[in-house]
């Protein structure tokens, strides 16, 4: 890279490039500790990802404990443990306490302001880096950062910044309106840090079959869904489950959609199985089935409706090959064992994602090997900090990654 011109101001300690969540912590807890920081944000307004989440009103955490909390995020979560000791979830209640701003948990489970307004949050934090005297750039987008003798020389179309120390809070690529670029991967790239693959996580996805169009006003609870594929079985699981015109969505299809979002890399599209039926399985069904031979002449659908929503046993009669309005007396014993076997696995191929913009986080990211998790400090690269979604982690629904990107900041800020 050529070399950048001379800068024209003193040196800060800190510039973070990027004031969403973890960068707007970050520079809350360097400037606490006495540092100058600055923060560069390339967006005309801090936070814009933070207004989004949750449905702006921002599930900021939940009331896991750190062991089982990091568990959540497969064997990288370890990685968190160092940040989450400096803000878990305890400590990030305090912290925005502590703004001025109480939470609460509604579930037993999430953690939410407690007007449930992410704008809230967004007030408390920024308020607190106004009195903290941090500067902030907006419009400022950063095209380039390079080592000097005394730190770092930061480029963005104005011109230049020194630092000391500098950290990219720069997120990942889920909701590009937001601000979402994904250029902190090639700064990373540019001091020697290496980067996994990137896949929109936290997504719905697309299907083959067009069924689910006819299906959109249900919500299934406690359905499952397992990846039909024999290498990869073990992705699997319960939750809600919402049709759309295109496909799946819902909270347990976002959280699977992190695993599967990359095997549509390998293959080209996934197969799953699906029991829409709160688990009931081949022999519960023929349980069921024998007891509705006591009304002979009531409808299939009708009956089915009991435990599925009528459009939804209908696409699954239409797979069967059955005529859904069929009195029961006619169901045949072929035609009977193969409507349960479609109950109990009912399949459907995933083609795709709704891509980054339907997204709420990204797969994958900076290394973690090449990150010190005590101090957020690049390995190859003394003084470089990286912080949030920028690094390779990314957890399911439920304030999973709102709480990471906030811990890892404040650790991030006092290095
Ligand atoms: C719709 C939606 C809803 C969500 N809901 C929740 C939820 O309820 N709970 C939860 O835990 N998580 C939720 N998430 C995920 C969570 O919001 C993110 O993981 C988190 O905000 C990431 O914080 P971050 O600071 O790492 O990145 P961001 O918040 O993305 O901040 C990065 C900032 O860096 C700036 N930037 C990037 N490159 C440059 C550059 N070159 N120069 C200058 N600035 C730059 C960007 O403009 C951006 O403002 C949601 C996400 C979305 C999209």
Same mark, same amino acid.
């Given at each position: 890279?050529?070399?950048?011109?001379?800068?024209?101001?003193?040196?800060?300690?800190?510039?973070?490039?990027?004031?969403?969540?973890?960068?707007?912590?970050?520079?809350?807890?360097?400037?606490?500790?006495?540092?100058?920081?600055?923060?560069?944000?390339?967006?005309?307004?801090?936070?814009?990802?933070?207004?989004?989440?949750?449905?702006?009103?921002?599930?900021?955490?939940?009331?896991?404990?750190?062991?089982?909390?990091?568990?959540?995020?497969?064997?990288?979560?370890?990685?968190?443990?160092?940040?989450?000791?400096?803000?878990?979830?305890?400590?990030?209640?305090?912290?925005?306490?502590?703004?001025?701003?109480?939470?609460?948990?509604?579930?037993?489970?999430?953690?939410?302001?407690?007007?449930?307004?992410?704008?809230?949050?967004?007030?408390?934090?920024?308020?607190?880096?106004?009195?903290?005297?941090?500067?902030?750039?907006?419009?400022?987008?950063?095209?380039?950062?390079?080592?000097?003798?005394?730190?770092?020389?930061?480029?963005?179309?104005?011109?230049?910044?020194?630092?000391?120390?500098?950290?990219?809070?720069?997120?990942?690529?889920?909701?590009?309106?937001?601000?979402?670029?994904?250029?902190?991967?090639?700064?990373?790239?540019?001091?020697?840090?290496?980067?996994?693959?990137?896949?929109?996580?936290?997504?719905?996805?697309?299907?083959?079959?067009?069924?689910?169009?006819?299906?959109?006003?249900? $919500?299934?609870?406690?359905?499952?869904?397992?990846?039909?594929?024999?290498?990869?079985?073990?992705?699997?699981?319960?939750?809600?489950? #919402?049709?759309?015109? $295109?496909?799946?969505?819902?909270?347990?299809?976002?959280?699977?959609?992190?695993? #599967?979002?990359?095997?549509?890399?390998?293959?080209? $599209?996934?197969?799953?199985?699906?029991?829409?039926?709160?688990?009931?399985?081949?022999?519960?069904?023929?349980?069921?089935?024998?007891?509705?031979?006591?009304?002979?002449?009531?409808?299939?659908?009708?009956?089915?409706?009991?435990?599925?929503?009528?459009?939804?046993?209908?696409?699954?009669?239409?797979?069967?090959?059955?005529?859904?309005?069929?009195?029961?007396?006619?169901?045949?014993?072929?035609?009977?064992?193969?409507?349960?076997?479609?109950?109990?696995?009912?399949?459907?191929?995933?083609?795709?994602?709704?891509?980054?913009?339907?997204?709420?986080?990204?797969?994958?990211?900076?290394?973690?090997?090449?990150?010190?998790?005590? $101090?957020?400090?690049?390995?190859?690269?003394?003084?470089?900090?990286?912080?949030?979604?920028?690094?390779?982690?990314?957890?399911?629904?439920?304030?999973?990654?709102?709480?990471?990107?906030?811990?890892?900041?404040?650790?991030?800020?006092?290095?």
């Amino acid at each position: 890279m050529p070399a950048l011109p001379t800068p024209s101001q003193p040196p800060y300690d800190l510039i973070i490039i990027g004031g969403g969540a973890s960068g707007l912590v970050a520079a809350i807890s360097a400037a606490r500790i006495g540092k100058q920081v600055l923060i560069c944000e390339q967006s005309g307004s801090l936070g814009l990802k933070l207004l989004a989440s949750g449905g702006e009103r921002c599930n900021l955490s939940n009331t896991l404990s750190s062991e089982d909390f990091m568990q959540r995020f497969g064997p990288s979560g370890r990685f968190m443990g160092p940040a989450l000791e400096q803000l878990g979830g305890d400590k990030l209640r305090e912290f925005f306490a502590g703004l001025g701003l109480e939470t609460v948990v509604l579930d037993g489970f999430r953690v939410w302001p407690i007007d449930r307004k992410s704008v809230s949050v967004l007030r408390v934090l920024t308020e607190e880096i106004e009195r903290a005297g941090v500067h902030v750039q907006l419009e400022c987008k950063v095209i380039a950062a390079q080592t000097t003798p005394d730190g770092f020389a930061v480029q963005h179309a104005g011109g230049l910044f020194q630092t000391r120390k500098l950290l990219l809070a720069t997120g990942g690529l889920a909701l590009p309106k937001s601000g979402a670029s994904g250029e902190g991967y090639s700064f990373a790239e540019e001091f020697g840090l290496r980067c996994t693959p990137r896949y929109p996580a936290g997504v719905p996805l697309t299907t083959v079959e067009d069924w689910p169009a006819s299906c959109t006003a249900h $919500t299934i609870g406690k359905a499952h869904i397992q990846v039909d594929l024999p290498k990869h079985k073990r992705i699997a699981g319960t939750g809600d489950l #919402i049709f759309t015109k $295109t496909g799946l969505r819902g909270p347990l299809v976002l959280d699977l959609s992190r695993d #599967i979002s990359p095997l549509l890399d390998k293959y080209d $599209t996934v197969p799953l199985v699906m029991n829409l039926c709160r688990g009931k399985n081949q022999e519960e069904w023929q349980t069921i089935f024998k007891a509705w031979r006591l009304k002979p002449n009531a409808a299939l659908d009708e009956r089915l409706t009991e435990h599925l929503p009528l459009e939804v046993n209908h696409a699954i009669c239409k797979l069967a090959e059955v005529e859904p309005d069929l009195p029961m007396h006619s169901l045949a014993g072929a035609q009977r064992d193969e409507l349960i076997r479609l109950l109990v696995r009912t399949p459907i191929t995933v083609s795709g994602t709704t891509g980054y913009e339907g997204a709420f986080v990204t797969r994958g990211g900076v290394r973690l090997k090449d990150v010190r998790p005590e $101090t957020l400090e690049a390995k190859t690269q003394p003084g470089l900090y990286l912080s949030g979604e920028v690094l390779d982690l990314d957890g399911p629904c439920g304030g999973f990654n709102l709480q990471w990107a906030f811990a890892s900041g404040y650790l991030a800020g006092l290095g």
